[in-house]
């Protein structure tokens, strides 16, 4: 063998904190050795975040991939030819028959991990850009039509019709019109948006255009979270190329069309998540949370109609312009049409990435993708939707993943995180915790939530403490109906539900915690 | 796994600060950026910031307070040579992150918040790095670890008080 042979060692933040890095090195010194050539190419995250690092090799067969690669197997795994596709423990074949891949629907995540994020001709040789080019031809009422014909919901939380919503600013008075992207991902066990924006920024970027195309809006903004550094670097560096090859600019591809995005990067603050929160905090204001009406798609940024939507939302429209809308409703069930990016997390032994159409089960995802938990033991609770989400027992595993069957389950799936807890999980530290988080990130713009989490905290210390559970177990359910009738939003709103749901099914972790005697 | 790149930053000045603010004055609700850009360069906000801010965007200081105040990442006093991030958030704590928390408050000895006594870390913490399958994370100076344990931390903070010495 001779000539150049391509690797693939992921650049994703996660695989990175796994030494990504230091397996690259090292294999071009081992590739050196042995006077090999590498081209290594940092792609994004396949998002079987469990086999990270996840190296493949391009061979005529295709992608074989080696996982996880730690830096001292390098050695061990070129001398086996992994160079030539050598077998090797650590080897699985290729990587898209790889049945955690392979059992996947990819739409939104389909380039994810396959190209080169920051190589404007790898998106565009695969498949990218349809959408724009799509939305070019169409009136902004059309492109409307496909996005509400899609049946696609909001992907941030709340499941909102995404259609409806870019109909309402498409339809509002103003002199100027806007597109803004919520990339907050302020839920714990989420990292969906994170892994698309540092795995294929140019889809964010094709599908803002394309919102902006939607409604006559020329500009964009992208809330990011600064946790997420290298998303923001990634993100920037796209959008500098993309304006380069003509996507963004004065004119878009060429049409008389302009748009250009600016990236604006959060200051640590949960509740900038909700959308009117991050509005004021885009216009330079502390995150609180405005009353509705009037709703961000009459008055939202600086005033302006505004489009307001979650990265994997807005990523779903390129794929539904270039597909059909009729393509992508064909998949899901009920009123959960498309597909759903969920986030295996926590304790669970396969976490990463599941892209699959709606439907699908709870213990289908913990279980048959997941493989059960990290550390071998029983699963005792699962949380999904973020920390304003339901515990749920082992015993609902059955439950359908779509918006409906969850609500019916007083559960949520938010933005479709699911964190897996073992049975050595105090479920009534996690009920204080929610309490806490509250407490913690409340914008204090009403009391029940600015106080109700404080007194949630010490209420759950003296049930945990044994003192006068009774009372305080009443006292505890008081303030979470409190809360939950009389909080302007969600943050307020919901926290009782991971408290409630703890008392539901484990309240003897709660009573428990120190003998709780009366 | 190791710390991210250290960085460097300008002693504060009024001048310096008015260069800063001027880069973005002419945008739409700069004042967030513009308080991201003065921590990036002098490390932290001076509070003799807070007015030229103020008069720059025509806002008063109360206003420009109250947003340095709401946000997390903003401090106003110099942070330790090194800040290292422990993720307390629902995912890392199914992976054992408050023991994580507990064993880096004993070793440093001192809480979430604050830096140690000679300067060499300072200790935040922080819910949620996107890293929950690889669980608990953290992030050192920018560099986000994954799957880290007790030893983990303790060659990190050993790094960091050796460069220290
Ligand atoms: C406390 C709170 C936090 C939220 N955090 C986020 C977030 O991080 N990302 C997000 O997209 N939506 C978040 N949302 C939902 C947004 O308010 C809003 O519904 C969403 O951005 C709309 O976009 P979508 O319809 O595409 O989902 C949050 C809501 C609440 C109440
Ligand atoms: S419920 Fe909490 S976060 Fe929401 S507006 Fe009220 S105080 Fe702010
Ligand atoms: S919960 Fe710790 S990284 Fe997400």
Sequence with gaps: MSGLTTVFVPGDAAARSVGADAVAQRLETEAGRIGRQLRIVRNGSRGMLFLEPLVEVATE?????????????????????????????????????????????????????????????????????????????????????????????????????????????????????????????????????????????????????????AVAATEGYVYLRSEYPQAAAMLRAAIHLAHEHGLLGASVLGSDHAFDIFVRVGAGSYICGEETAMLESLEGRRGVVRAKPPLPAIAGLFGCPTIVNNVLTLAAVPEILA??????????????????????????????????????????????????????????????????????????????????????????????????FDDTVDMGLQARFAMEFCAIESCGKCTPCRVGAVRGVEVIDKIRAGIEVEANLELLEDLCETMTDGSLCAMGGLTPQPVLSVLQHFGGDLVGARGGTN | MQWGARRSYEAFSPER?????????????????????????????????????????????????????????????????????????????????????????????????????????????????????????????????????????????????????
């Design chain 1, 61 to 213: 067969a295709g992608r074989l991939a080696y996982g996880p690669v730690a830096p001292e197997d390098v050695a061990g795994l070129v001398e086996a030819g992994m160079l030539d596709g050598g077998e090797h423990p650590l080897a699985h074949g290729l990587t898209e028959q790889i049945d955690y891949f392979a059992r996947q629907t990819r739409l939104t995540f389909a380039r994810v991990g396959l190209t080169d994020p920051l190589s404007f001709d790898d998106y565009e040789a695969n498949g990218g850009l349809a959408g724009v080019r799509k939305a070019l031809e169409l009136t902004p009422e059309a492109i409307v039509a496909e996005v509400t014909d899609s049946g696609l919901r909001g992907r941030g939380g709340a499941g909102f019709p995404a259609g409806i919503k870019w109909r309402t600013v498409l339809g509002a008075p103003g002199k100027e019109r806007l597109v803004c992207c919520n990339a907050d991902e302020g839920d714990s066990g989420t990292f969906a948006d994170r892994m698309l924006i540092e795995g294929d920024p140019f889809l964010l970027i094709e599908a803002m255009v394309i919102a902006g195309l």
């Design chain 1, 323 to 420: 597909g059909g809308a009729a393509a992508y409703a064909d998949l899901g069930t009920g009123r959960s049409r498309g597909t759903q990016v969920f986030q295996l997390a926590g304790n669970i032994r396969c976490g990463g990435i599941v892209e699959t159409a709606f439907g699908v089960t709870l213990g289908g995802l913990v279980e048959g993708f997941g493989g059960g938990t990290a550390s071998g033991r029983p699963i005792r609770a699962i949380q999904a939707g973020g920390p304003l989400g339901s515990y749920l027992p082992a015993s609902e595993l059955g439950l359908e993943m779509d918006y409906e069957a969850f609500s019916g389950a007083d559960a949520m799936l938010g933005h479709g995180g699911i964190v897996v």
């Design chain 2, 17 to 165: 600060a008015g260069e800063v603010i001027a880069l973005r004055s002419s945008e739409r609700g700069p004042l967030i950026e513009i308080l991201r850009d003065l921590q990036a360069t002098f490390g932290y906000l001076d509070p003799a910031a807070t007015p030229i801010v103020a008069e720059a965007l025509n806002l008063s200081e109360a206003e420009v307070y109250g947003v340095i105040s709401f946000y997390a990442d903003f401090r106003t006093e110099p942070a330790g040579r090194r800040v290292l991030q422990i993720c307390r958030a629902e995912a890392c704590q199914a992976m054992g992150a408050e023991k994580l928390c507990a064993h880096a408050r004993k070793r440093l000895g001192v809480d979430f918040g604050s830096t140690t006594p000679d300067g060499a870390i300072t200790l935040l913490e922080v819910f949620c790095l996107g890293n929950c399958a690889l669980s608990p994370a953290v992030l050192a100076d920018g560099q986000l670890i994954g799957r880290v344990d007790d030893s983990t931390l303790d060659e990190l903070i050993e790094a960091a008080e050796l460069a220290s010495r």
